[in-house]
C-alpha cells in the first residue's frame, strides 16, 4: 500500500468520524428548522447555488485558466459543505438546529444541482463529458449520510453511550484528517505551484471573497446564524469537486488536484480572518451591545441557543 493510498484513507476515515461525532450531537428534528421557516432556507440555497455559482461561472469567463482550472471552481460552487464545516458553523454563533439543518439540506439540494452543472460546464467548454451520478451519490452518502445516521440512531436509541464517545470521535477524526492532509499537501506540492499562474489564484480569492459576502448578507437577522451560512457559502466538498471537474476533463488531473488544494488553502486563509472577526461581534453582543435585529428574533436565537447547548455542541457565545 503506498503513501497516497494511506493519504486517501486517512482523509477519509477522518471525514467520517467528525460526520459521525456531529450526528452523535444532533437530534432529528433539528433539521425541521430550516422547514419550519422556509425563509432561511431559501435563503441558504439561493446564497449557495445560485448567487455564488452564476458568479463563479462569470470568473471562469473573465479569466485566461488553465483547461479543467474553471470546471474544478464551478465544483465547488455547487458542491455542499465539507463535513468539518458543521464545527466551524457552531464555533462562530451559529444555532445547532441552523447548522445540522443547513449541512443536511444543502447535501439533498447539491445532488440536483451538480448535474446541472455538468451539462451546464460541458456546453460552455464544449466537451463531452463522463460523469457518473451514482459515484457522485457514492460520494455524498458515504462522506455525510451514512456516518450522519448512524451517529443519530446511536443518539436516539443509545443517548448515554452517545454523549460518552461524541468527544473522543470528534478528536480522534480530526487528528487523523490533519495527518492526511499535511500529507496530501507534501505529496502535492508541486501541482498547487503548477495552477498559481494564469489567474488561478486571483480567480479562486474573488470566488471565495464573494461567497463570504453574498452568505453574510444572506444569513438572516441572526448574527450567528449569518457567519454559519457566510462561511458555509465559501467551505465546500472538494471531492465533489474533483469529481465533476474529472468528468469533464479527465485528462487534465494535475491542473484540477492542484486547483482543488490552492482552494482549500486559499479558503483557510480568508475564512479564519473573518471567522475571528464573526467571534469579537458576538462577544460584544453578549457584554451587552444591541444586535441590529428585532425582539422576536432575539427571542428566536435564545430558542436556538437551547437548542444548541441540547445538542452537545459548544456556543461561543457564552
Known amino acids: 500500500m503506498d503513501i497516497d493510498t494511506l493519504t486517501e484513507i486517512a482523509l477519509l476515515i477522518g471525514i467520517v468520524l467528525i460526520v459521525l461525532a456531529i450526528g452523535l450531537r444532533a437530534r432529528l428534528e433539528d433539521p425541521l428548522l430550516l422547514l419550519h421557516r422556509p425563509a432561511l432556507g431559501l435563503r441558504a440555497m439561493a446564497a449557495m447555488f445560485v448567487v455564488l455559482p452564476l458568479f463563479a461561472l462569470l470568473v471562469t469567463r473573465l479569466f485566461p485558466l488553465q483547461q479543467g482550472v474553471g470546471a474544478a471552481l464551478l465544483g465547488f460552487a455547487v458542491s455542499p459543505m465539507l463535513p468539518p464545516w458543521a464545527k466551524t458553523g457552531a464555533k462562530i454563533g451559529g444555532h ?27 456546453w460552455i467548454f464544449d466537451i463531452k463529458a463522463t460523469f457518473e451520478p451514482l459515484i457522485f451519490s457514492l460520494v455524498l452518502l458515504v462522506t455525510v449520510g451514512v456516518p450522519l445516521a448512524i451517529g443519530m440512531a446511536i443518539t436516539k436509541f443509545l443517548p448515554g453511550v452517545a454523549q460518552r464517545i461524541a468527544g473522543l470521535t470528534e478528536r480522534i477524526g480530526t487528528v487523523v484528517l490533519l495527518l492526511g492532509i499535511v500529507a496530501l499537501l507534501v505529496a502535492s506540492h508541486s501541482v498547487i505551484l503548477g495552477v498559481i499562474g494564469q489567474g488561478t489564484l486571483i480567480a479562486i480569492v474573488v470566488i471565495i471573497g464573494f461567497g463570504l459576502l453574498v452568505g453574510h448578507l444572506l444569513g438572516g437577522p441572526d448574527p450567528g446564524n449569518r ?13 465533489i469537486a474533483l469529481l465533476l471537474a474529472f468528468g469533464v476533463f479527465p485528462d487534465n488531473e494535475k491542473a484540477i488536484l492542484g486547483t482543488v488544494l490552492l482552494y482549500l488553502l486559499a479558503n483557510i486563509a480568508l475564512t479564519v480572518p473573518y471567522q475571528r472577526w464573526r467571534k469579537k461581534v ?20 435564545h430558542n436556538g441557543k437551547q437548542r444548541l447547548e441540547n445538542t452537545g455542541i459548544n456556543d461561543d457565545r457564552t
Not at 438546529?97 to 443536511?104: A, H, I, K, P
Not at 457567519?227 to 471531492?239: E, K
Open 227 to 239: 457567519g454559519a451560512l457566510a462561511t458555509a457559502t465559501a467551505s465546500r466538498h472538494p471531492g
Open 96 to 122: 445547532g438546529d441552523y447548522v445540522f439543518g443547513l449541512q443536511v439540506l444543502a447535501t439533498g439540494v447539491s445532488i440536483f444541482v451538480v448535474p446541472v452543472m455538468l451539462w451546464l460546464v460541458a
Open 282 to 301: 458576538l462577544s460584544r453582543g453578549a457584554q451587552g451591545q444591541v444586535f441590529p435585529f428585532d425582539l422576536k428574533t432575539r427571542s428566536q436565537g
